[in-house]
């Protein structure tokens, strides 16, 4: 068979070449320490179907064109069964900055993917890093040692002189999981929003349709898979709306295992801010105390 | 006000880590509230891994707060740094999507609206998600965590409480001059439009703004014309009408004029003011009688532990806040009254000639 994951031109290294190669450039830019970490979950049946799911993360700052015109021509060239050129892209920030960025895939599962793990850890020992801390401390508190891959290295100068004040750790984790029914976990779903998802939908639904910006309505329609031509009514966005949001809750809910590993955007406990209870006060919150 | 902008981009050009509210114009924030709503579907539809998203704000909490001067002024305020909290767009008292979507309806209708106005709006439509004008203005300020606009730039303005008198002419484009030393004694309400605020010319000989927390004590000095004596225009919130300066709350109240508030961080930079603390303070006990003394309530000694915990307070402030709790009691402005109805401008008056005041 042609390209499996252990040879040097298979899809999946090309793929983690260029995906760890825009994260370490995000780091370079940011000017400041960044965490960057790789994290890789396969099935626990070597035979399984179910992919390999893997997520590149840093917090470093300015995405470029080149990155994503780099990735869709990789996308193209790569046979739709060892990837099917889907990347799940979040960043924290919204508007005026952005404080990190993850990209998350799934890629096939082949045979040999214990290769390419090893050859994953290798590709870390010669990463050429400048002015990027790596840490790695808080995926090791997850996973049982013996699943984790450690690489370290030190990263010289092209002309031979050691970097300075330069050290670089690099953890690749790879769990197993019992299940598989939805690819990631980037969101929080409770009980609780089970009971808001029809308020919810119908809140949505009607600022979409109160509003006279019709490409933003339209972009809106398509996203939720509604035909332009069909009678769009409040009712019809609010119900797919509804819908998209208890299946995703019910795909949840039936999965066996629940992950544990620290995705960099994981969803903080919805607690309760703490605030001195103010009895009658009512108006302003100004009032700090 | 131009000094004030040069003062505030300075100190963001030297820390780009210092988060602050942008003034936009309806037509931006709706473009915002229709980024937000279209990542929110993008996660919902994805075909891989299908979302409910949570929301990034800018945290609002202690740990997430600095003090920090401008450049070109003296007045400290709060500052947010660049640190993130993910809240639900839809929570038990705190549901954010209908306050953003009536937020871009009342933008879309180029409307303005008091905080107040908006509770009984969603307490009539949604009473099970919001129970008290707490709750929508905790789910506001979210709002505004998320997008990034002042509250203003929501459509939403702080519901008008605050009152002035004394040696001060205002003139709002198009309208009629007010002398606002001639006016009865409950005086001139301020409106809470800031946009309306930003337009008024001001002329004024007076030396001194005086801060009054209680309206009752607002209300007798007007009528006995302080400002006729002393310079100054008289000010008061009304915020808390039962509340007088000599306690904890009191305390709290001019920490917030005086350096804005972590519940609006973003936008506190734009309103912290220099003022000081008049009275009534530990060297005022001996002018109170002791029947006047009332016991600290367990609040109050809740707001003194809030305050004495805060990084803000200053070395004076934090002197007598102790020395309140120690002593245990409170006591009210009125205490002074027993010593004849115009004691206050006239212990007012001396205060402010001595310089003394912290």
Known sequence: MASSSSSASSPHRKLLHSLVYWAVQRCRMSESPCRLTVSLKRPAEPASTSPLRVSVSDTGVGSKLEEFLELDALA???????WDGTLLITTTGMFSVSIGTEVCLCLSNEADADDFILWLVGFFHKILVLRAAVSISELLSFLELDLLKIGTGAAN???GRKAKGLHVEVVIVTARTASDFSCWKVNCSSTQVREYVPDLAESIAGLILSSNDKEFQDECIALLGLGSDQDISEGLVQSSISEKMVRIIELNDTKENVDTAPYLFECERLDEDSQLDEGDADEDMVFDF | M???????????GADCRLCSADILAPAEVR????VAVLNFLAALASPTSPAISVLPLISRSSANCS?????LSDVSSVYLSYAFCKRSLMRENNAKAFVMELCYKILGEGKLVHQRELFYKLLSDSPQYFSCQRHVNRAIQDVVALLRCTRQSLGVMASSRGALIGRLVLHEPDEEQIDCSILGASGHEITGDLNVLSKLNLSSDARYIIVVEKDAIFQRLAEDRLYNQLPCILITAKGYPDIATRNPAGLAILCTYKYGSISMGLESYRYACNVKWLGLRGD??????ESAFQELKPRDLQIAKSLLSSKFLQESHRAELTLMVET????????????GFDFLGKYIARKIVQGDYI
């Open chain 1, 76 to 82: 193209r060239e790569t046979p739709i069964e060892k």
């Open chain 2, 2 to 12: 131009a000094a004030a902008g040069v003062a505030a981009a300075s100190l963001f």
């Open chain 2, 67 to 71: 003090l920090r001067s401008g450049l």
């Open chain 2, 284 to 289: 005022d006990l001996q002018l109170i009688p």
């Open chain 2, 31 to 34: 473009a915002r509230i229709e």
């Open chain 1, 157 to 159: 100068n092209v002309d």
């Open chain 2, 328 to 339: 245990g009691k409170r006591a009210e402005i009125e205490a002074l009254y027993p010593h």
